[in-house]
DNA sequence: ATTTAACCGAGACGGTACGTCTTGTCTTATA
DNA sequence: TATAAGACAAGACGTACCGTCTCGGTTAAAT
């Protein structure tokens, strides 16, 4: 165990980490991610700029943190009995969390590092924000779908339409073509 | 037309122009976007500072010059016979253009300053590096597959998983996979 | 000649230079020494950080640059008939010079600095702020004064009491010891 | 008195207060003033930080505590018959003193420090280093002097030429030079 | 042929974020 | 209650890049 030892000196603030991560979140819907500064998170934060760089070292970091717990439980979605519903309700779920969710912009901004620096590749891949609520979905529908594909592929063939979309910079799927979308899936994979 | 006034002073330098575009090329395929500044562009092209501020103003400016051609031409596929093989080879050129060209390094770099930056988003909107070249192979196997929705949104679930998966850190999809998904949507389109 | 190479790009703006040293002898009367930062030099003199680093890159080639001239102009007495009352009046002026003058404070900052860093050591050395104008003052009266020792010495002899006393933090050498002191050393010179 | 009353709780660790003296003696040495700091004392005294500002706060403290004992010691000089010898043993160890022993370096760093902060000033005039040395040799030699002025502006005749030069920098008077300047205060002193 | 206008490279300018360092204070567990 | 360890807020350090500006020099069309 690591927490029987019993750390000399003063332990870590928690109310500095705190404040660091919530400084990330409103400066990102404040301002931007373009605009947020390490400078900038720890004045906002009140916190010392060492601080800061004791604990993350690198402005993806803290979005990790800021955004994989939140990620994570604003894209569960609870179980429906039709399967075509369960799978809409997810796919508009992620749609809105990409695009209004404070942790849908850090996992943006994120997606957009990620292309820049192969470090914060890294680290969205090892975060694995999105696959484990897809897989969720896609595992109670998987019974009644005979030809669905591996877990891996099916979660891209369910969410990259939607995802590409948005990440190119257009407008997240409209509604009719979330269920165009399901409606095709379900014909391939019930084949 | 404004070709046709002949303005005076001394013309636009040409051979500036393909210095600095060769040098955000090869800067992306050797250093990486995020060691590409604006100042080191201008001393790897040879060419002064303000010559760059002159005719694009910002690195997205130059990145949407640098890969817009090449990425047409690299994506434009040559009709087959079999839809099926049309898909899949567009596809797989898909991958390859998106991990080895340095086009396809351009373009996902704008990505990832989409994300950032909404002037860069407008700007890769309007740029429409993919739509064209999906179109076009949809529109050969269209005939064939009846209930292919519009072509937006066939063209998203073409491109959207492979999309997706790369611009999320992971490995483009391999063949079989590729196969595979196009089964899917001919399975779902011809129903 | 390097006057004549045509140096290429912007030229070095002299008002940014005087402005910096302005700067300098302005906060070392004001703050002092200690609480004069490169950072608030910069923003004082409403000058860029980097130009100074440009130039200089220390706080003590400021100071340098600052005193020099000022120094000898201060230190430079007109010739007396009287041999006695030229070095009274010379020493007067060095006291003056040391505790009222912003180049004098500059000076003394300068010793402090000199103290605690080798370079800075050679800096002042190289500067040769008093010498010039004691030799000067002693060359007058040296045909006077046949047990005069070489200028070096004699130098350090008539400047030395008054100026350790100021540098070990003791007030400076009233009139009537300023006088019994030249006494004394006229007294031995002449002998 | 107030050693009588013994002190409740643990007392203070006279092996800490000496590892920071000798940790400041050594580095001063090593590395010179400038790349001493608070931080870096501590750490080669093996003492915790809140220690060393428990019961010294400054650095300066530090090293007037480091070096005025030893400088006492050092300087003070046996009585000879012959005063001039005894003068010229006092100057050339005060020399020996300023630019050798690791207490004369403290000295230095302390007068530079002076310079720059009003506190020092006052703390470096309150050890009052140098003068009980000098008034002692020149107490002893009083009785041959006839002229020689009051104790505090002979000290300053005394030690002022070769104390300035070491402070500017340049090397310390030469033995020659020593005797030299002896001998003119012997000659006016004697008067 | 000369003038004029816009271009070119180089490089200094005022700003500002970077990541590191040190300062003096504080909060732990230990002695 | 002193200690060593080490986290804390604050802020200076020197470097790098930003976008602008100001030079001397070049290149063509208009005079």
Redesign the interface.
């Known amino acids: 165990m690591d927490t029987d030892l019993p750390r000399r000196g003063r332990p870590r603030s928690e109310s500095a980490r705190r404040a660091v991560l919530e400084a990330v979140d409103d400066m990102l819907v404040e301002d931007?991610?373009?605009a947020m500064t390490m400078r900038g998170i720890a004045e906002r934060a009140g916190v010392g700029r060492q601080t800061i760089y004791r604990w993350w070292g690198t402005k993806a970091e803290i979005l990790v943190e800021a955004c994989v717990v939140d990620a994570a439980e604003e894209l569960q979605t609870s179980p429906r009995k039709d399967p075509r519903k369960d799978l809409i309700v997810y796919l508009a779920g992620l749609g809105q969390f990409l695009v209004r969710s404070p942790a849908g912009l850090a996992f943006?901004?994120l997606?957009?590092?990620?292309?820049?620096?192969?470090t914060v590749?890294?680290l969205?891949?090892d975060a694995d924000v999105?696959a484990p609520s897809a897989y969720a979905v896609l595992a109670r529908v998987q019974g009644s779908m005979p030809?669905m594909?591996p877990l891996e592929?099916a979660a891209?063939?369910l969410?990259?339409?939607?995802?590409?979309?948005v990440?190119?910079?257009?407008e997240s799927?409209p509604a009719k073509?979330i269920a165009?979308?399901i409606d095709?899936?379900i014909?391939?994979?019930r084949?």
């Open positions: 931007g991610y373009a943006r901004a997606v957009g590092e990620a292309q820049h620096d192969a590749r890294g969205l891949r999105l030809a594909p592929l891209d063939q969410v990259g339409p939607l995802l590409s979309r990440l190119l910079g257009r799927l073509d165009a979308h095709c899936l014909a391939a994979w084949r």
